[in-house]
């Protein structure tokens, strides 16, 4: 069985600063991996996700994440967040031919000036 | 551009009653998927289908339904709505899953069942 775990619930940060959401999933067969976000009052789009290939995968608005197969994660990153980036956060693994996705808890982002 | 439209964005009800929730995806795509959204617990699948007329039980079917009679349409339907079924829900489309399909949301509907 697949499922993802996101590490940290809330993640507060200033403006300009880097920041690093975490991500690790567990599955037993090869993945996809997605990270989706949610600004206030929306459904989910997605970020960005991986397929295969390079391991490092760059997204919309400046993310980016990389795939560490040896550590089952899947962290995203950006080296400096502004105020329209606070939003919550998910990170998400599919199967190959499977129609589920498994959807991480979520991480809420708080940038603040 | 895509879009995945949601009939309500907001949905006040009372225990016991029947409640539709309808979902339109204009992007021709063959899966759909209702999820409902609580803090803490992510996204939790409640039904998806991968062709009209076909449905599949998600991780928390219990006490909803489905329908899909036409391909760019899914419905969700609570039989008979408790409280414990207030709750953001959320409907989204795909194309493929051979590749790990993108999926596409709607704006969700916010339900609160009294």
């Known amino acids: 069985a697949q499922s993802v775990t996101q590490l940290d619930s809330q993640v507060p940060v200033f403006e300009e600063a880097p920041v690093e959401l975490r991500c690790n999933y567990s599955?037993?067969?090869?993945?996809?991996l997605f990270w989706y976000v949610q600004y206030p009052n929306q459904g989910l789009q997605l970020l960005l996700k991986y397929l295969s290939g390079s391991t490092l995968v760059k997204g919309i608005n400046g993310f980016e994440a990389e795939f560490n197969k040896s550590q089952t994660s899947f962290h995203l990153r950006k080296p400096s967040v502004h105020i329209s980036d606070t939003a919550e956060y998910f990170c998400?693994?599919?199967?190959?031919?499977?129609?589920?996705?498994?959807f991480g808890a979520g991480t809420r982002l708080f940038v603040k000036a | 551009d895509v879009k995945v439209t949601q009939s309500s964005r907001y949905l006040v009800k009372r225990t016991g009653e029947k409640v539709f929730l309808e979902c339109v995806q204009d992007m021709d795509h063959e899966n759909m998927f209702w999820y409902r959204q609580d803090p803490g617990l992510g996204l939790r699948l409640i039904y998806f289908?991968?062709?009209?007329?076909?449905?599949e039980k998600g991780d928390i079917p219990e006490g909803y339904s489905v329908s899909r009679e036409k391909k760019e349409r899914f419905s969700l339907i609570l039989e008979s709505a408790s409280t414990n079924q207030t709750s953001m829900y959320l409907c989204?489309?795909?194309?493929?899953?051979?590749?790990?399909?993108?999926?596409?949301f709607g704006p969700g509907t916010r339900l609160l069942v009294l």
């Open positions: 989204a489309s795909s194309g493929s899953m051979q590749r790990g399909g993108t999926q596409y």
């Open positions: 998400a693994v599919g199967g190959p031919g499977g129609f589920k996705t498994i």
């Open positions: 599955s037993s067969v090869s993945v996809y």
């Open positions: 289908s991968y062709d009209v007329k076909m449905k």
